[in-house]
């Protein structure tokens, strides 16, 4: 055999590998095709593959391997069971750019679908190996790392440890400053879902000064970038009123505002959620927020939006107005009580219906006149009407129940509780029945007005225990009127007087 035929053979002998490789990575793009992949054994083939002496063949391999894991766990998990992690983890730092960005891709891969195969990429020193990419000169092989990064950290708070105990927060913090686009957010998204699990880990990222870089960045053209921009000072803002405290501090808002006329969908909700992590801490942070007119932009977004991405807004207002009357009543001059009876109309979740109740009820609860702004909203009926529908989920039931007893205490306006007579139950009618007794001893325009208008007559049909506290308010309502009208009004008084002309004998 010539030496020209054996240069042949080996040569054959590659191509075949390459294209081998390459429809395997050409089919594993398609997730139809990763059961077949799966039978036929490819992740046993791959694998050798994987140290093959041609570069270009490792890293097609890599990449195969990328998205047949990335298709599907059961992948994922064989390509721990066939040890080819620590493999990938110590080629990381050795090999070309192209084989490394692969390799972080199968790293990626494997993490995103469970704590527990992250948790395997983390035995394998993987996250070491890949801070270490972090440090490279390309940006492809930074972005691919901090990905992969990213894919590990958001499960738990452990392996968020594990990627910050490794050193990639400072890394991933430079990485900000870099000029590649898609570098910046995927960096912007690691560093949101290392801080998302507790206090600590959201601190870590702040004292690299996190927030001053991301600060800058809200105003970016670029759509994605806001979102994980204003994702991560969502993730840091929640956890305590100091970490909330620094990004009010970073000057982030008013002019976070503006970003709430963005075309995109998820940029103003992920301002809003920020808002609403904001407020919920203390009266001081929420009227920082109602100062920068952010009761009015919300309640503005509200009725330009539909569905979940409402909630935030939504909570947000109940968040303000539980914190006291002043901002309650601030919520309420911002009409934001008729925009909350419209996405109670218009909602058809539960969760959001709940979230809406919770909300009223937070501005209801303070004085009088808070509950009126939510009475002649007729929003006391649409609620007891959620509380009593027996297809209601159980949250949204309870909060119903919550809200209306809360509101109801407060409420002195009779037109809105007099409708509460016919509809509701025992036991919220006990909480409107009070309300009247408080109200008819000091009002005799209401006094007439609740005889006339039938609801004298319909508190004399209730049936209540005796010595129960809603017969105790029957009778305190009764004692504000002469006793022939309340006789008048009593079930069967008609047939008593019909006896006495029966029995009544002209002179």
């Not at 010539?2 to 002998?13: A, G, N």
């Not at 054994?41 to 050798?48: A, F, I, N």
Request: with cysteine; glycine share 4%; charged share 20%.
């Amino acid at each position: 055999m010539s030496q020209r035929h054996v240069v042949q053979v080996f040569e054959q002998y590659q191509k075949a590998r390459m294209q081998f490789v390459q429809t395997v990575a050409d089919l594993a793009n398609r997730p139809q095709n990763i059961e077949l992949l799966q039978n036929a054994g490819v992740m046993s083939l791959l694998r050798p593959l994987m140290l093959d002496v041609v570069p270009s063949i490792q890293h097609t391999a890599a990449l195969a391997l990328g998205r047949l894991a990335d298709n599907s766990e059961d992948l994922a998990e064989a390509v721990v069971k066939e040890d080819i992690l620590p493999q990938l983890a110590h080629s990381l730092a050795s090999q070309n750019r192209f084989y490394k960005k692969a390799a972080a891709f199968v790293l990626r891969a494997v993490a995103k679908h469970s704590p527990e195969l992250s948790q395997a990429v983390v035995a394998c020193r993987g996250v070491d190996a890949l801070v270490l990419c972090l440090e490279e000169f390309d940006p492809g092989v930074k972005e691919a790392a901090a990905w992969a990064l990213g894919n590990i950290a958001r499960h738990n708070a452990a392996l968020s440890q594990s990627v910050v105990d490794a050193g990639a927060v400072p890394l991933l913090v430079l990485s900000l400053l870099e000029p590649e686009m898609a570098l910046k957010r995927i960096a912007a998204s690691t560093l949101s879902d290392i801080s998302k699990h507790t206090p600590e880990l959201a601190q870590t990222v702040v004292d690299t000064g996190a927030i001053a870089h991301l600060a800058q960045m809200i105003l970016s053209p670029d759509t994605k970038l806001k979102r994980q921009v204003f994702a991560a000072l969502t993730q840091i803002s929640k956890h305590s009123v100091s970490l909330a405290e620094m990004v009010i501090e970073a000057e982030i808002f008013p002019a976070a505002m503006s970003c709430l006329r963005d075309p995109d969908e998820y940029v103003k909700k992920n301002v809003v959620t920020l808002m609403r992590e904001v407020v919920k801490h203390t009266p001081e942070l929420a009227q920082v927020i109602v100062n920068c007119g952010g009761l009015e932009a919300v309640i503005d977004y509200l009725g330009n939006c539909h569905g979940n991405v409402r909630l935030p807004g939504i909570m947000m207002l109940g968040y303000v107005a539980a914190h006291s009357e002043s901002l309650a009543m601030a919520v309420i001059v911002s009409k934001g009580v008729p925009q909350l009876a419209l996405c109670l109309s218009e909602e058809s979740e539960d969760h959001i219906k709940a979230a809406t109740v919770w909300s009223v009820g937070q501005i209801g609860h303070h004085t009088p006149e808070h509950a009126k702004a939510v009475a002649t909203a007729n929003l006391l009926l649409k609620i007891l009407e959620l509380y009593m529908n027996a297809s209601s989920s159980e949250d949204l039931q309870t909060k119903s129940k919550k809200a209306l007893k809360s509101v109801l205490q407060k409420c002195t306006y009779l037109p809105s509780l007099e409708p509460l007579l016919y509809e509701a139950p025992s036991n919220i009618l006990k909480h409107v029945a009070c309300q009247f007794s408080k109200v008819l001893p000091h009002d005799s325009k209401a006094r007439r007005l609740f005889v006339t208008s039938g609801g004298l007559k319909k508190v004399q049909e209730i049936e209540a225990e005796p010595g129960s506290p809603l017969q105790e308010y029957i009778n305190a309502i009764n004692g504000c009127f002469p006793e022939e009208i309340v006789r008048y009004y009593s079930p069967g008084y008609s047939e008593a007087l019909l006896e006495r002309l029966d029995d009544y004998q002209p002179a």
